[in-house]
């Protein structure tokens, strides 16, 4: 899609005329200092679209609505956290923004462009990594690199020099001539984010990166990624909250298809998460039956929870194995720590801890998933309902990947089982470049 030199992108009905901003200042109204250029006050910083802008966003499979009217930008630099439990339209989100599924309603733009619409050049932009990463096994990782840089249509020197930087990159430098068969499943993650890289895109799309494996990995990957965002916008799609708390900068919630929150995670876990609760972990002795039932009626608490005493442990400590042992988390009002500490003292009990702890995303999440079903239930927010049969936007270009016939949130593509080595792109135009 064209764009003006100081202003917006060309829309399907012709050039969007530039912001009031952009447009030459008069002299009147814009005194400018002694000995500039004439033309140095005429103009305004040109206007940068955002990286990422869907409006309206829906997408339908049959009666189900995956997505729902989304609506969010996304600017430059800013690292981005995809969340929702499984069947929250996630993945269905991530696919129309790359331009794998069309909406059934809404637009997406990446860098100003529409995502149909100028396909080519969206695509060129994105490196994608989705939850199952199509790689070839019996390819070598220096030729998993060659291959995709053939369908970037890059000149060989290019490839070359991209495949080493990438390479060196995501830690695989030695690994270059192993099979993919041989590697594990984080090292496959790692390849797969070097392909994603491959083309140096300003844009970063990684889809459960961290799906299937083990802590050591998890912790590998999350470190990557938090390298990597400090060059480029990234959006990272997950269902394990305190990961995405580790490295995103803002956080947008999806819950039915809907996005049920947007902000920064503190910010979110302040307004919306409360103060925290109390956590109280003690040895309560002939107490030990009584204990819950004590602490409810203590003025100023507004729930209690019992969790297990093993994992109420601080960092490094070794759990405390004792009959009478047990742990609590409270919450209310007033100065809930003074009234329970004085509570203990007065039975005996010996206290291992006694603090507050600040509430996370993972509780934020439960409070607004257990909002939206109420509303829902009470009538209060309009259900997901079916839309009336729509047609795919218009667009030019043919998407890489047909619209399942299921109703059923789309599992990302996987490449044939048993594929012979290419030596020539088979579909410049597809986004497997970036996949």
């Excluded at 500039?36 to 966003?57: F, M, N």
């Excluded at 339908?60 to 630099?77: D, K």
Aim: hydrophobic fraction near 40%; charge should be negative; aromatic fraction near 4%.
């Amino acid at each position: 899609m064209a764009t003006g030199p100081h202003g917006p992108p060309a829309s399907c009905c012709g050039t969007v005329s530039p912001p009031l901003a952009c447009l030459p200042r008069s002299p009147a109204s814009s005194p400018r200092s002694p000995g500039s250029p004439r033309w140095a006050w005429q103009l305004d910083p040109p206007w940068i679209p955002p990286v990422i802008d869907a409006t309206d966003l829906t997408k339908c499979f049959g009666p189900l609505v995956a997505v729902n009217g989304l609506s969010f930008e996304i600017g430059r630099g800013e690292v981005v956290g995809l969340l929702g439990p499984n069947g929250a339209g996630k993945t269905t989100t991530l696919r129309m923004l790359t331009g794998y599924l069309p909406p059934s309603r809404g637009a997406v733009t990446i860098a100003g462009l529409d995502v149909l619409r100028s396909s080519l050049e969206v695509r060129r932009r994105i490196g994608y990594l989705p939850e199952s990463v199509p790689l070839y096994g019996e390819l070598r990782v220096g030729e998993m690199l060659e291959f995709h840089g053939q369908l970037h249509r890059m000149d060989r020197s290019r490839r070359r020099e991209r495949s080493a930087f990438v390479l060196e990159r995501v830690g695989l430098t030695e690994r270059r001539t192993q099979r993919i068969d041989n590697l594990s499943k984080g090292l496959r993650q790692r390849v797969g984010l070097a392909v994603a890289l491959l083309a140096d895109p300003e844009l970063l799309i990684l889809d459960e990166p961290t799906s299937g494996l083990d802590p050591l990995q998890r912790m590998e990957v999350r470190d990557l990624i938090r390298e990597l965002a400090r060059e480029r916008t990234v959006l990272v799609s997950s269902h394990i909250l305190p990961e995405v708390e580790a490295v995103c900068d803002r956080v947008l919630i999806l819950h039915r298809g809907r996005l049920a929150a947007d902000g920064r995670p503190a910010d979110l876990v302040r307004e919306l998460g409360g103060t925290g609760h109390l956590s109280l972990t003690a040895e309560l002795g002939p107490d030990t039956g009584q204990a819950a039932e004590l602490l409810r009626k203590l003025p100023g608490v507004a729930s209690l929870k019992v969790v297990d005493a093993s994992q109420a442990a601080n960092a490094g400590e070794e759990p405390i194995n004792h009959p009478s042992l047990r742990s609590f988390e409270l919450t209310g009002e007033g100065e809930l720590a003074a009234v329970v500490g004085e509570l203990a003292r007065d039975r005996s009990w010996v206290i291992h801890q006694l603090a507050w702890q600040r509430a996370t995303l993972e509780e934020l999440f439960a409070s607004i998933a257990l909002d939206m079903n109420e509303a829902l239930l009470d009538g209060m927010a309009p259900a997901v309902a079916p839309l009336a049969p729509l047609a795919p936007t218009a667009h030019t270009e043919p998407t890489a990947h047909t619209e399942p016939t299921t109703p059923t949130e789309p599992t990302a593509p996987t490449e044939p089982t048993t594929p012979t080595a290419p030596t020539t792109p088979t579909d410049p135009d597809a986004p497997g470049a970036d996949s």
